[in-house]
């Protein structure tokens, strides 16, 4: 497995503790849902950020921490949305 990929994987298990921290509320899913929509977020924010030139996916940075985050947060937001 490739570093960068393992780095985003612990990346989006803080991402989505970050998520679930700044949009608390009551998930069906759990911990393992908002782990789960952490690293998608990770993923996803980390994809978003290295199109717009924020951050690479190579590795671990200050910029894909937040990048990161906001993706777990859009995914957490749209889980929610859909889950009703």
């Known amino acids: ?4 990929i393992l780095a ?3 990346l989006g298990l803080i991402a989505g503790a ?10 069906r899913g759990g911990l393992i849902a908002t ?3 952490g690293i998608a977020g990770a993923f996803l924010g980390g994809w978003i ?8 996916m190579g590795g671990f940075k200050p ?3 937040v ?10 937001y749209l ?5 009703r």
Request: aromatic fraction near 10%; avoid cysteine.
């Open 1 to 4: 497995m490739e570093v960068g």
């Open 8 to 10: 985003w994987i612990v």
């Open 18 to 27: 970050l998520a679930k921290w700044i949009m608390p509320g009551p998930d």
């Open 35 to 37: 782990i789960l929509l």
């Open 49 to 56: 950020g290295s199109l717009l030139g924020f951050n690479t």
């Open 63 to 65: 910029g894909g921490l």
């Open 67 to 76: 990048s990161a985050t906001l993706g777990a947060l859009l995914l957490l």
């Open 79 to 83: 889980f929610r949305t859909f889950k």
